[in-house]
């Protein structure tokens, strides 16, 4: 499983607004043209909604997906 | 893509032929890269180039006729100015170097062939044969080795120089017989022992052996050196022409071949018509080479190695590259288009693994500019759009492409954008204005002026059609998706009673002659320049005017824009690249959206090869342009300067604004339909969907960004609508802001924002997307 400790730092303070839990890593699945990542995530205990962050959605996300485009 | 269609795109691309120089060379010695190396005082390097090429270097680069300097780039009579010195550049080259043998030994054929005379001819032959792997019998009727060689003064050939060539021989599987004695019985017992015998008759005691062996010099096959019967081959004789070398080298090779095709079985004709001297069908502009004369040969024995490299840096290494020198995407993947072909086809043809070139496939603006430059029109945005379309259809597109233009364009045409109707006092049709998706989404009040200025002016009544024309379906390789835009176009035509269409935008000009030929369609610059000036049209100063590059091929277009920029009081000058050959803006063929870095080196490079300001009379070249910082106006701008936006007074072209971005864009086409159907043709206004009523406030660094990531103001008021309908969304205790996502297909959206206190208005932060699917968060 792919962690990513410090920007998962930067969502403390987040809660789930339907559960009223706080957000705390938990992991999520990816998938994208065919392949599946395992990740950690802020993630709601009880109901499970995560967030992408968006250091993740432009940094390394955006790079594995261009990889599996092959570009 | 089949082969056939590689080839085909291949042949077209001449890149690859030869230089002059090399075609017309007998042995086609690779003088582009021997000049360059001599150029950099590379000897030895130029050497290994000759020796490659040339038997008996040491003796050939000394004496050599040096045919190819007849041909040269540069002693073209029409353009040029002296040919490069090539004969003297090879002697400078093979005084100041030596040839060492071969360290790669052949495996052995097994068989022998035998050589009759000991001239250049004849040991060019043994050398070849030797060198494919066959023992050669070599049969010298004289003393001495050598034959018309030795007639050469010193100072020209020295001795040593056949003797050093001889001693590489040696210890090649050639045995050499001197004092031989050779007449038809011993060539008649040569033929039985040997593949077959070659007589190089370039040998003073050979003069008349032919006689003996029963034919005429005159009828040497001059392909094969077939001289009569089989096995017998024959060149090089004595004329009374003065001698030349590498002729008499050519007619040893030539029986070496076949005499090599003879042992293996195979035709003795088939396919040699690139052997000696042909014509290459390479094409090398003189446009940018400065005039040189030949460096003087200063003193009798030859060019010093200082004077040597001077003119070997006169080669202008010649090459077409026609094309690439005008693109900046050509030139990005460093190569040219018969490179790009074959990768481009591999690419096509993989099943696993990497697909390489995707990025060039998607990135080409299709303009045009390449095939106008080309000596064989080798377009490669058609080459690219047919990529494309199969890359659909093998559903290898990466989604990340052209998504974003084509959900634009579904908009364009949904009920939202679209528009058609006659002319709202009479009912009439006889014309439609049909202003284009982009100066809609750029500058709606343009549409609005323009629209009453033509219903003011032009007869039998004047309707619009809002609808796009099909291009960024065509260039997204959907042709399907094209189909269906231009007959949902074409209704709308045919419901308004087929009226004449003035086009604001040449793209849809372009696109419409091809796909919908029947329509009567003339540009608004045609229409407009018949017609009265608007009140207070006009403006002043100097500009480049910027022809779009959709049209290259209509100068009728090109001609009016400029006439009425002169109306409007400006003056206009050409940019470097103009008419025919203007430049792309980086739109095109969406290349901006595909690869929008590739987007900003091609308007990097039209902005500082020209002065600015610019004057563009395309929506989207006005935008593109101005999105580098460029200073440009659009020709309605000096049509309508009283609808400036936030006009500069002070400044010298108060009418210069940079461009909306794509979400904008969006926003003002729908804006601009309302509008339109409300004011014109007095229409109760659509009814509006729930995520309209979402308004947005965005700081203008947040809205930069979010357009930057091709987020949509309907994507976020969408993700909002869904947070604030569901409850589902992340909250931060101290901030009080949400955060939300909503993942309406391919794409899913992120935002954070806060609601105001006033009824249905967030305030928005960031937003960003991925394209990831979330597992069971869908
Ligand atoms: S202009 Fe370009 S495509 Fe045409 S022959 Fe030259 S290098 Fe090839
Ligand atoms: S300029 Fe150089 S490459 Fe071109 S024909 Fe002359 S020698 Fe050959
Ligand atoms: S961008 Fe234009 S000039 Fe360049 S390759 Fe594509 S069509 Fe040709
Ligand atoms: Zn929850």
Redesign the interface.
């Given at each position: 499983m792919q962690r990513f400790p410090e920007i998962i730092a930067r969502y403390e303070g987040w809660t789930c607004q339907q559960c009223g839990k706080p957000l705390m890593p938990g992991k999520a699945q990816l998938t994208y043209m065919g392949s599946v990542f395992d990740v950690e995530l802020p993630k709601c205990a009880k109901c499970g909604m995560v967030i992408v962050p968006e250091e993740l959605a432009l940094g390394k996300m955006l790079e594995v997906e261009q990889v599996l485009e092959d570009k | 893509m089949e082969q056939q269609d590689l080839r085909q795109w291949e042949w077209l691309c001449i890149q690859e032929e030869p230089p002059l120089c090399q075609a017309t060379c007998p042995i086609h010695v690779d003088v582009r890269l021997f000049a360059r190396h001599m150029a950099a005082g590379k000897v030895d390097d130029a050497r290994k180039v000759l020796a490659k090429t040339m038997p008996l270097s040491g003796v050939l680069g000394r004496i050599c006729d040096h045919p190819c300097e007849q041909a040269c780039r540069r002693g073209d009579p029409r353009d040029g100015d002296e040919a490069i010195r090539i004969g003297s550049l090879e002697r400078s080259c093979v005084t100041q170097s030596d040839a060492r043998p071969r360290s790669i030994p052949v495996p052995p054929k097994g068989k022998s062939a035998a050589v009759v005379g000991g001239g250049l001819s004849g040991l060019t032959a043994a050398w070849d044969l030797a060198r494919k792997g066959y023992a050669v019998h070599v049969l010298v009727p004289e003393s001495e080795i050598g034959g018309v060689l030795l007639a050469y003064p010193d100072k020209v050939l020295p001795k040593e120089a056949l003797v050093r060539e001889l001693e590489l021989m040696a210890s090649m599987r050639i045995t050499i017989e001197t004092n031989a004695s050779v007449d038809a019985e011993r060539v008649e017992s040569l033929l039985g022992e040997h593949l077959g015998v070659y007589i190089g008759l370039d040998s003073p005691a050979l003069i008349d052996i032919h006689l003996d062996l029963g034919f005429e010099p005159d009828a040497i096959d001059p392909l094969t050196r077939g001289a009569g019967r089989p096995g017998l081959f024959a060149g090089a004789p004595i004329v009374s022409a003065p001698f030349s070398p590498i002729r008499a080298a050519l007619h040893g090779r030539q029986a070496a071949v076949s005499l090599d095709r003879l042992a293996q079985g195979a035709s003795l004709t088939a396919s040699r018509d690139k052997e000696g001297p042909f014509e290459t069908r390479l094409y090398t502009s003189m446009h940018d080479v400065e005039h040189a004369r030949a460096v003087k040969l200063t003193g009798p024995d030859g060019y010093s190695p200082e004077e040597a490299r001077q003119e070997a840096a006169r080669c202008i290494q010649c090459e077409c590259m026609e094309c690439v020198k005008v693109c900046p995407y050509l030139a990005h993947f460093k190569g040219y288009p018969k490179k790009y072909a074959r990768e481009i086809y591999n690419n096509l043809s993989v099943i696993h693994g990497?697909?390489?070139a995707?990025?060039m496939i998607e990135s080409c603006s299709n303009c045009g500019l390449c095939a106008e430059v080309c000596p064989n029109d080798f377009h490669m945005g058609t080459l690219c759009l047919q990529a494309r379309s199969e890359m659909v259809q093998q559903d290898k597109m990466?989604?990340?492409a052209f998504d974003f233009a084509l959900r634009d364009l579904d908009f364009n045409v949904s009920h939202k954008a679209v528009l058609a109707r006659p002319d709202p006092d009479t009912g009439a049709c006889e014309w439609a204005f049909v202003p284009g998706c982009q100066l809609s989404g750029a500058t709606p009040e343009h549409v609005r002026a323009a629209y009453d200025h033509l219903r003011a002016n032009l007869d039998g009544g004047v309707g619009m059609i809002l609808h796009c024309c099909g291009a960024p379906a065509a260039w997204a390789g959907r042709p399907d998706l094209l189909a269906n835009v231009t007959e949902s176009f074409r209704s709308l035509w045919k419901e308004l009673g087929e009226p004449r269409l003035i086009l604001a935008c040449t793209t849809c000009l372009q696109t419409f002659r091809e796909h919908l030929p029947e329509m009567v369609c003339t540009s608004l610059w045609e229409t407009l320049e018949s017609l009265a000036l608007p009140q207070g049209a006009g403006g002043q100063g100097a500009y480049t005017l910027h022809d779009p590059c959709t049209s290259r091929h209509e100068p009728a277009v090109q001609v009016s824009a400029r006439a009425m920029a002169k109306r409007l009081g400006v003056i206009v000058r050409d940019p470097d690249l103009t008419g025919i050959y203007t430049e792309c803006c980086g739109f095109g063929g969406l290349m901006e959206a595909a690869n929008p870095g590739m987007a900003t080196k091609v308007v990097a490079q039209r902005t500082t090869d020209n002065p600015a300001p610019f004057l563009a009379y395309c929506a989207m070249c006005r935008d593109s342009l101005s999105r580098q910082g460029a200073k440009v106006i659009h020709l309605l701008d000096l049509l309508y300067p009283h609808l400036a936006r936030e006009p500069e007074p002070a400044s010298p072209y108060p009418l210069i604004r940079s461009g909306s971005g794509p979400a904008d864009k969006h926003e003002n086409r729908a804006r601009l339909r309302n509008q339109l159907a409300r004011e014109i043709w007095k229409e109760a206004p659509e009814p509006m969907d729930d995520f309209e009523r979402i308004q947005l406030v965005l700081e203008p660094e947040v809205r930069d960004a979010v357009d930057a990531?091709r987020i949509l103001a309907e994507d976020i008021q969408r993700a909002i609508l869904h947070a604030e309908t569901t409850?589902?969304?992340?909250?931060?205790?101290?901030s009080g802001h949400?955060?939300a996502?909503h993942q309406p297909a391919a794409v899913?959206y992120?935002v954070e924002y806060a609601p105001q206190p006033e009824g249905l208005v967030f305030r928005v932060y960031?937003a960003?997307?991925?394209?990831?699917?979330?597992?069971?968060?869908a």
């Open positions: - | 990497l697909r390489q995707n990025t990466p989604p990340s990531r409850g589902r969304r992340m909250r931060h205790e101290e949400f955060i996502c899913t992120w960031r960003w997307s991925h394209r990831m699917v979330i597992k069971g968060v």
